[in-house]
């Protein structure tokens, strides 16, 4: 069985300073698919990017990066110029051949103008 | 385009009744998935339905069923309902063709109180 840990409960970052969250993952898959969500106070789970596994390329959306260590099980999030409506709980999630998402227990992050 | 539609948006019941929640999913996407977020658990995978049959299923006792017409939309039946069934239950669809099938979009949830 996959599991997913991201070992800080909660983080806060300064309005338009960088912030990374991490998760770390196992699994004896080869080919799988990782992501991170957020969810704001409003609960609406939001796709913040994803990544193939078969992908060297780390991916990368506007604000957001990761940072994909395959051998190491890692996937963090970067993001750049925090917004204060970045402010939300982020999940790291994997997805493998069965299809169901199994996530982390997510990350409180807080943007402090 | 119209993205996961979810309803009730909350529902409140009592011990050993049944609940009924729909979800409709992203135009075009065949798969649906149920996820409860119940406090102190974090998200769990419920049930996973594509082209009308249930395809896999979470560690949920069968009391947790659901189907899904033609439509692609999807309901997901809670029987007997117990106080710990209070949770976020959160459906997401993704899109039927193999190589899209990985990323799965969240609708808003219905929030289900058991008193």
């Known amino acids: 069985a996959q599991t997913v840990t991201q070992s800080q409960p909660e983080m806060s970052v300064q309005e338009a300073e960088t912030v990374t969250l991490s998760c770390t993952y196992d699994?004896?898959?080869?080919?799988?698919?990782l992501f991170w969500y957020k969810q704001p106070p409003s609960r609406q789970m939001i796709l913040v990017i994803r990544?193939?596994?078969?992908?060297?390329q780390n991916a990368t959306e506007n604000r957001f990066s990761v940072n994909f260590q395959k051998a190491a099980k890692s996937f963090s999030l970067k993001i750049s110029d925090s917004q204060l409506g970045d402010t939300a709980m982020y999940f790291c999630?994997?997805?493998?051949?069965?299809?169901?998402?199994?996530f982390g227990k997510g990350t409180l992050l807080t943007v402090n103008p | 385009e119209a993205g996961v539609t979810q309803s009730p948006t909350h529902l409140i019941k009592t011990r050993g009744q049944q609940a009924t929640l729909r979800c409709s999913p992203i135009?075009?996407?065949?798969?649906v998935y149920w996820y409860q977020q119940a406090l102190g658990l974090g998200l769990q995978f419920l049930l996973w339905?594509?082209?009308?049959?249930?395809?896999n299923r979470g560690n949920f006792p069968p009391r947790f069923s659901g189907r899904q017409f033609p439509n692609y939309s999807s309901e997901l039946n809670v029987n007997a309902l117990e106080l710990e069934d209070s949770a976020l239950y959160l459906c997401?669809?993704?899109?039927?063709?193999?190589?899209?099938?990985?990323?799965?979009?969240f609708g808003p949830g219905t929030r289900l109180l058991v008193l």
């Open positions: 997401a669809s993704s899109s039927g063709t193999v190589a899209a099938q990985e990323t799965q979009y």
């Open positions: 699994t004896s898959e080869n080919n799988y698919y």
């Open positions: 990544q193939e596994a078969y992908k060297q």
């Open positions: 999630a994997f997805r493998g051949s069965n299809y169901k998402l199994t």
């Open positions: 135009s075009g996407h065949t798969s």
């Open positions: 339905y594509d082209e009308g049959e249930e395809r």
